[in-house]
């Protein structure tokens, strides 16, 4: 289990939107080389390279901190559309801090506005005769690009902050509500705060306030649960019971929230109990109102129903490691995936538990914690993946090599393009630049957006090759 943040150290406020890999400042003065494509799992360093962005891979890429460090975040619904495909984009989150000093710690709700793109071609239309795209896909390019959108490429930050009493291990929105968060605090406490105020300041405001201007509010939490025997990091709120909460602890205890009204909860003082080690993550049924799956430091899943008592339903071994994380598939509810600390994930059909083996899918590609996992809201065969190897990868399992389309493409773009034979073929993107990523999530009302923090900060990125069954943005 890889949980909190080494050393955490304050970002600077001159990194705001600056990321590693994409200036060439201190390189101007070098004779150029040609750039070549780094190759994932097979290509090694030597020594003085460095990896550097190419921005025709995203769509869209920006960086931001909102001061110290965060462990986990969410992304919170809003009423800007269902499904957003034009650029510039905002976006509604919270965060929690891991500070220094205990004292130090804060939950940002934030807004990001004016995030900057543009939709790419999958394959360049003109090559010249060395195989080099004609149109230039420099930085410099892309943000002239977007200037003549009529958009500036730099995001706007708004931040509010929430004093936090220790560390935040995991923060989680409702659903429903997102206004309503709950939080694990590594004081062994569990606290869900109403931030309606807060967004609706957001909402209405288009300034952009400085880290060290945003005024830290003192404001109370709704529920403030010490129950739970130690500090926990699993927590998930029901998608089909507004106000229902599950909570899992490092003890192996798990308690069900149920809500009483719109701001207290009934908290089952007797907790489920079928683990024999730390409670890792936890996940609500998408279909099925009172069950939810749990995992744990022993190497099991459990499947719980809250009407048959305390003790799982079924339980597996899934890995030969700790699981740190799982998640249900909302658009396809028999799958369910794992990720493990010996860096492998695994994808089960529930439909095929009875039989014994579940498993459709594993992949060993990471050799290191896998940190989170989600599966895309948009896409039932897409999944995205970070790891303690500061790769976030992105995969399509329903991919697989096709031959006949690698030479097309070979032909189109007169390059070589020689995958390698242990390169999973179901691997779509990996995107790099980011230190000891920590927690992503996909946008749910933006298609192709994913966010991801890490111990430099966020980054909001969309791959150009991540395709949905939405219509394409002919503007």
């Not at 003085?48 to 001061?67: K, M, R, V, W």
């Not at 429903?176 to 709950?182: D, E, G, L, R, V």
Request: aromatic share 6%; net charge negative.
């Amino acid at each position: 289990m890889v949980r909190s943040l080494k050393n955490p150290k304050k970002a600077k406020r001159k990194n705001k939107v600056s990321k590693k890999g994409e200036g060439s400042s201190s390189s101007d003065a070098v004779p150029s080389v040609p750039a070549k494509v780094w190759q994932p799992g097979v290509d090694k360093l030597e020594e003085g390279e460095e990896l550097q962005c190419d921005p025709s891979a995203y769509n869209s890429l920006h960086a931001f901190h909102i001061g110290w460090p965060c462990l986990s975040f969410d992304v919170l619904r809003d009423s800007l559309g269902l499904v957003r495909t034009e650029f510039p984009h905002t976006v509604y989150c919270v965060a929690g801090t891991q500070a220094e000093k205990a004292s130090w710690n804060s939950i940002g709700i934030f807004k990001l506005s004016n995030i900057s793109g543009k939709r790419r071609d999958l394959v360049p239309k003109k090559t010249n005769t060395d195989g080099s795209d004609m149109e230039s896909d420099s930085s410099d390019s892309d943000e002239e690009d977007e200037e003549e959108d009529g958009v500036s490429g730099t995001p706007v930050l708004q931040l509010r902050k929430v004093f936090h009493e220790g560390s935040v291990n995991r923060i989680r929105a409702m659903p429903q509500n997102p206004h309503i968060c709950a939080s694990w605090a590594d004081t062994g406490h569990v606290q869900v705060w109403d931030f309606s105020s807060h967004l609706n300041a957001l909402a209405e405001s288009d300034t952009e306030v400085s880290h060290g201007g945003s005024a830290l509010s003192n404001q109370p939490p709704l529920v403030k649960f010490g129950g739970h025997k130690d500090e926990g990091y699993a927590i998930d709120w029901s998608p089909l019971v507004a106000g229902r909460l599950v909570s899992g602890d490092c003890k192996n205890n798990i308690h069900l929230w149920e809500p009483a009204s719109g701001s207290t909860w009934n908290i089952d003082s007797n907790p489920f109990v079928g683990h024999a080690a730390s409670i890792e993550d936890l996940q609500w049924s998408p279909t099925e109102p009172c069950v939810f799956a749990s995992c744990s430091v022993d190497g099991s899943i459990a499947i719980w129903d809250s009407r048959l008592g305390k003790s799982p339903a079924t339980s597996i071994k899934a890995h030969k490691a700790d699981v740190n994380v799982i998640t249900w598939n909302r658009l396809a509810s028999c799958m369910l995936v794992s990720g493990s600390d010996d860096g492998t994930f695994s994808i089960r059909d529930l439909r095929l538990l009875k039989e014994g083996d579940s498993v459709v899918a594993h992949f060993e590609y990471h050799k290191h914690p896998i940190t989170s996992i989600e599966w895309s809201p948009h896409e039932a065969s897409t999944l995205a993946v970070s790891s303690a190897d500061n790769q976030l990868t992105i995969w399509d399992l329903s991919l697989e090599r096709d031959e006949e389309e690698e030479t097309e493409f070979k032909a189109i773009t007169k390059e070589q393009v020689n995958a390698p034979a242990d390169l999973p073929p179901q691997l779509l993107f990996v995107h790099q630049g980011q230190k000891d990523l920590k927690e992503l999530h996909w946008h749910s009302q933006i298609p192709g957006m994913i966010i991801s923090t890490a111990a430099d900060g966020f980054n909001v990125l969309m791959p150009s090759n991540i395709e949905t069954a939405l219509p394409a943005n002919e503007g």
